[in-house]
Every structure is written in C-alpha cells, then in structure tokens.
C-alpha cells in the first residue's frame, strides 16, 4: 500500500465537502433507475469472480519476474503493467487515456544495522524514503539513545544531554514528522538517525520529499529499538549503519477509462494504484487492487446495461511515492470536472492473506484519528457496510489515515470510502476469532517485501472484495439517491480502535 502524502497525517483531512456533489436533478433520482441499478449490481457481483481476475495477478507477476522483479513507478514493469491494463480495456471499448507526469523515483539500493560492539547482531532496518545516502559500506560509528518523552527528539533540546557529534542518534516514533526528528538530529551533528516504531512491526518511513533529508534515516521495528536503548542503558554500543539510495526524476503514468456513455455531471470514480515497490512484485499491495478492478470493468463492458451516470475507472501509479498519481489527477481537474465526480472509491490491499475486512470509516462514528470525509462519506461506508451484511460477512471500521489515494479526493471535499484488507498492522485475537487466520502476525506479513507474490493471496478476501465493487458499480452507474439518505452513525463491531489506528494504514509514513 501507499506511502502517505507529506502533508496527509501533519494536518486534518475532513474538509468542507465542495458544494454541490450531489447527483444531479433528473439522474439517478427515478424508480427506473433504481430497478437497474439493482438488475446491473446482481449481474456484475455474479459473474465478476476472483477466479477470473487472478489471470491479471498472473500477468503482474510474470511482468515483475522479466523486470528487476518489481513494478515500481518509473520502472519497466510499472510501464509493462501499465499497458496490459490500458489494452485489456481498450478491447473492452473503453475510452482510455494515460496520464503522464514527472516523479522522484527511490530506489534503495542498500539498508543495513548491525551491532558491532559490545555484542555483534544485525537488525533488521529499512530505509526511510528521500533518506540521503551513507557512503558505500556505511560507517562504524557510536550509538546514542535521544530521550524518550512524547516529542522524541523533535527539539534540539533533547540532543543536550549527549554529544552526538558523527554518532548515530537512537530516537523512538512519535510527536512529530521523521523528517523533524532526523533535521533535529542533524543540527545536534548526528552523522545518521536510526528511528524506533512505537507499536509492533517494523517502521517503513517517509521524509516527505528529497529537499527534507539531512542525514542518512532508516526505521526499526518496536522491539529492535527497545533493546538497542536497554544495552545503551548498560554501556557503550557501537553500530555498522549503511543505507543508500538512488534518486532520480522520471516519468509515469496513471490509467484512466471511463464509459462512452452516461451522464458525465454525475460521474462515479473508482480507483487503485497499479505500481509497486522496488522490493518486490507488490501482488496484494495493490495487484489486487487493479487486478480487481479490471475484472469489474471487464464485466461491465460486456453487460448490456447502458449506466445512466458515467463511470471512471482509474489505476494510479506512483502511489508508493506519496499519492503522486492521484494527486496529479485531481490537481489537473477544472473546478467543473470535480463538482461533477459524485463520489471516488479507493481498493487498496484486498486479499491480504491474514487480513480482516476493513471499511473506510465515512462517518468518523469509530472516533479514531482523522474525522469523518466530506458529505457523502458516510452513506458510501454504509452502502458498502449494507451489502456485506447481506453477504453475511463481517467487517469493521478503519480510519481516513491519509495512507492511500482517496487522500487527495477528500482533499477537494468529494465523498470517499472504499475496502482494505490490511497492510504491516497486526491481527488482534478478537479478529482472529472473528475473520479466521493468526492472530499476533500481520495482515501481510509480506508488506512491501519481495514475497509479496501469488502466494501472498486470499482468495476469500479477494473474491468478497470483489464483489464489493461489483455491487458499486453496478448500483452507482445508475443509481446515487443513497448518497443523500440520512446516516445514523454506528460504530465498529470490531475490536475497539482496531481499525482506526495507524499501524491499520498502508504505506510508508510520514509522523507518529
């Protein structure tokens, strides 16, 4: 999944929805209407199938095996998987179109910490993206704790009780942006900045942007920086640090189709970034997004319903690379063209193989993190939360993290929801009894890693996931009343803040 925007966990999402996104007088307000939403909705969850959708699984994967092993935005196996989606919906009748914008491609090419004295191990690191680079081989050098308070090492005072002149500072998440932490650090005159999760699972972080990097940064998971402080507590530590990165501007493309027909002022998007990491063939994170989604507007191509509302369908590329791709869709939009996108659905991470199902939490009814999307929000997490009811299958709430690329719709105040199976975040008992699998271990315990392959599928996950755009489609293309019905919030039945939290988004982050 993602790498979140620099600005979508600094500041709030909910913004005032745009005036005027709802459905339009005359379109989607008739009992005809209705009747085909409902007919079209039956047929497209009927006949879209993860079965037949795992065919474009198999092409992402044989396309990252013949490409560096990777789909990564800026890559081959980006621009390879890029036109076998755009010629699969050419065939379909689409009219499709790229979209061509400018990046900063990462790549890291080296993220490596061993302790080298008093007891010699290696920890398992990653590198922060935008980090600037060690030199090759890294450096030796000593290892210094930074103060643990709730604003770890965000102010140069919590550098005043050591020297940290050419050590590598040893600072915990939280209280501000990584980028604050390691500049912080910087100033202090660390040669390198080793920052520690403050929940379970190893920390994939972000500075933002290349101009933010001071020093060479990379992440560590909870339990790697908890024993790094304790033997500091006892002694002397003196580590190897190497991560290096190549970065570089490149160009790449987002996917868009959309429907020759149908009412264009009530336009229905839907989404999933097609690009991977660098570190593996990114098959969950997001091929089954895209994979999904495809399969949908296959079917729908071949059904003889005429949708009444135009229907835009959208594979973003550099997601990875904070958003880039949806954000440059929408910067690109007129003020026109967005009052006409009635709603955007994001599929981000819909078969992960210990996943639980996650529902966008429209309303803010959980009361965790950000708060509620822009009008309309709501009834899209309702609609999605009625429709797996009468499947029978459970789910729960998770929160607008910014994490993903409904982050720039509701940026413009366009109604946002959407599923999501779960990324680095780890399963509770509770869910574990509810949704099956282990509890203790990840949702994808191959989260942005080179096993992130066909193996890394659940083909329940994916198939009931499919069937949730399925019934979307099928409903929004002819039928929007329900964005206007009233919503009386519930909260999750899951886990209390299980789906809220952080560690619940997708990508690499940017704050604590």
């Given at each position: 999944?993602?790498?979140?925007?620099?600005?979508?966990?600094?500041?709030?999402?909910?913004?005032?929805?745009?005036?005027?996104?709802?459905?339009?007088?005359?379109?989607?307000?008739?009992?005809?209407?209705?009747?085909?939403?409902?007919?079209?909705?039956?047929?497209?969850?009927?006949?879209?199938?993860?079965?037949?959708?795992?065919?474009?699984?198999?092409?992402?994967?044989?396309?990252?095996?013949?490409?560096?092993?990777?789909?990564?935005?800026?890559?081959?196996?980006?621009?390879?998987?890029?036109?076998?989606?755009?010629?699969?919906?050419?065939?379909?009748?689409?009219?499709?179109?790229?979209?061509?914008?400018?990046?900063?491609?990462?790549?890291?090419?080296?993220?490596?910490?061993?302790?080298?004295?008093?007891?010699?191990?290696?920890?398992?690191?990653?590198?922060?993206?935008?980090?600037?680079?060690?030199?090759?081989?890294?450096?030796?050098?000593?290892?210094?704790?930074?103060?643990?308070?709730?604003?770890?090492?965000?102010?140069?005072?919590?550098?005043?009780?050591?020297?940290?002149?050419?050590?590598?500072?040893?600072?915990?998440?939280?209280?501000?942006?990584?980028?604050?932490?390691?500049?912080?650090?910087?100033?202090?005159?660390?040669?390198?900045?080793?920052?520690?999760?403050?929940?379970?699972?190893?920390?994939?972080?972000?500075?933002?942007?290349?101009?933010?990097?001071?020093?060479?940064?990379?992440?560590?998971?909870?339990?790697?920086?908890?024993?790094?402080?304790?033997?500091?507590?006892?002694?002397?530590?003196?580590?190897?640090?190497?991560?290096?990165?190549?970065?570089?501007?490149?160009?790449?493309?987002?996917?868009?189709?959309?429907?020759?027909?149908?009412?264009?002022?009530?336009?229905?998007?839907?989404?999933?970034?097609?690009?991977?990491?660098?570190?593996g063939p990114g098959i969950n994170d997001n091929g089954s997004g895209s994979a999904g989604l495809l399969e949908v507007?296959?079917?729908?191509?071949?059904?003889?319903?005429?949708?009444?509302?135009?229907?835009?369908?959208?594979?973003?590329?550099?997601?990875?690379?904070?958003?880039?791709?949806?954000?440059?869709?929408?910067?690109?939009?007129?003020?026109?063209?967005?009052?006409?996108?009635?709603?955007?659905?994001?599929?981000?991470?819909?078969?992960?193989?210990?996943?639980?199902?996650?529902?966008?939490?429209?309303?803010?009814?959980?009361?965790?993190?950000?708060?509620?999307?822009?009008?309309?929000?709501?009834?899209?997490?309702?609609?999605?939360?009625?429709?797996?009811?009468?499947?029978?299958?459970?789910?729960?709430?998770?929160?607008?993290?910014?994490?993903?690329?409904?982050?720039?719709?509701?940026?413009?105040?366009?109604?946002?929801?959407?599923?999501?199976?779960?990324?680095?975040?780890?399963?509770?008992?509770?869910?574990?009894?509810?949704?099956?699998?282990?509890?203790?271990?990840?949702?994808?315990?191959?989260?942005?890693?080179?096993?992130?392959?066909?193996?890394?599928?659940?083909?329940?996950?994916?198939?009931?996931?499919?069937?949730?755009?399925?019934?979307?489609?099928?409903?929004?293309?002819?039928?929007?009343?329900?964005?206007?019905?009233?919503?009386?919030?519930?909260?999750?039945?899951?886990?209390?803040?299980?789906?809220?939290?952080?560690?619940?988004?997708?990508?690499?982050?940017?704050?604590?």
């Open positions: 999944m993602a790498v979140v925007a620099a600005t979508a966990l600094a500041t709030p999402l909910l913004l005032g929805a745009a005036p005027n996104h709802g459905p339009s007088h005359g379109s989607g307000h008739s009992k005809g209407a209705s009747k085909e939403a409902v007919k079209l909705s039956r047929e497209l969850v009927k006949n879209a199938s993860a079965r037949d959708a795992y065919r474009h699984l198999q092409q992402f994967q044989a396309i990252a095996d013949s490409a560096d092993g990777h789909r990564a935005a800026g890559s081959l196996g980006h621009d390879a998987s890029a036109a076998y989606v755009y010629r699969q919906l050419q065939r379909s009748g689409y009219q499709v179109s790229y979209q061509t914008f400018r990046f900063p491609y990462t790549e890291t090419l080296a993220e490596k910490l061993a302790v080298v004295s008093p007891t010699p191990r290696d920890v398992t690191i990653k590198a922060m993206t935008y980090t600037p680079s060690t030199r090759v081989g890294g450096l030796t050098a000593g290892l210094v704790n930074v103060p643990v308070d709730d604003t770890s090492g965000c102010e140069a005072s919590d550098y005043a009780s050591a020297n940290f002149t050419g050590k590598i500072a040893l600072i915990k998440r939280g209280g501000c942006p990584f980028a604050a932490k390691q500049a912080a650090a910087a100033e202090a005159g660390a040669a390198g900045a080793v920052i520690y999760n403050n929940t379970e699972g190893l920390l994939s972080g972000t500075l933002g942007d290349a101009a933010a990097g001071r020093i060479p940064t990379g992440g560590i998971s909870q339990a790697e920086g908890e024993q790094l402080a304790a033997d500091l507590a006892g002694g002397e530590v003196t580590v190897s640090f190497e991560v290096r990165q190549l970065q570089e501007e490149r160009t790449t493309r987002n996917v868009i189709a959309e429907t020759r027909g149908g009412k264009a002022a009530n336009t229905v998007v839907l989404g999933a970034h097609l690009d991977s990491v660098t570190e507007a296959q079917e729908l191509a071949k059904s003889k319903s005429k949708p009444a509302n135009k229907v835009r369908f959208a594979w973003w590329s550099a997601e990875e690379n904070g958003l880039l791709g949806s954000e440059a869709y929408v910067a690109g939009l007129s003020e026109k063209q967005r009052q006409q996108i009635k709603l955007y659905l994001n599929f981000d991470m819909i078969a992960s193989p210990n996943g639980v199902q996650f529902v966008y939490d429209g309303d803010d009814s959980d009361g965790v993190g950000a708060g509620p999307g822009p009008e309309g929000s709501a009834q899209l997490e309702r609609d999605i939360n009625k429709f797996l009811d009468g499947k029978g299958k459970k789910h729960e709430g998770t929160d607008f993290t910014g994490r993903s690329d409904y982050g720039p719709f509701i940026g413009v105040g366009i109604p946002s929801g959407g599923t999501f199976t779960g990324a680095e975040g780890i399963k509770t008992a509770a869910q574990a009894r509810t949704y099956g699998g282990q509890a203790d271990v990840a949702y994808d315990p191959c989260y942005h890693a080179a096993c992130d392959d066909l193996s890394n599928i659940s083909m329940r996950h994916f198939d009931v996931n499919i069937d949730v755009i399925a019934n979307a489609v099928g409903t929004y293309a002819h039928d929007l009343r329900s964005l206007t019905r009233p919503v009386k919030p519930v909260p999750s039945t899951g886990t209390p803040g299980s789906g809220g939290g952080l560690h619940d988004g997708h990508g690499h982050e940017v704050t604590e």
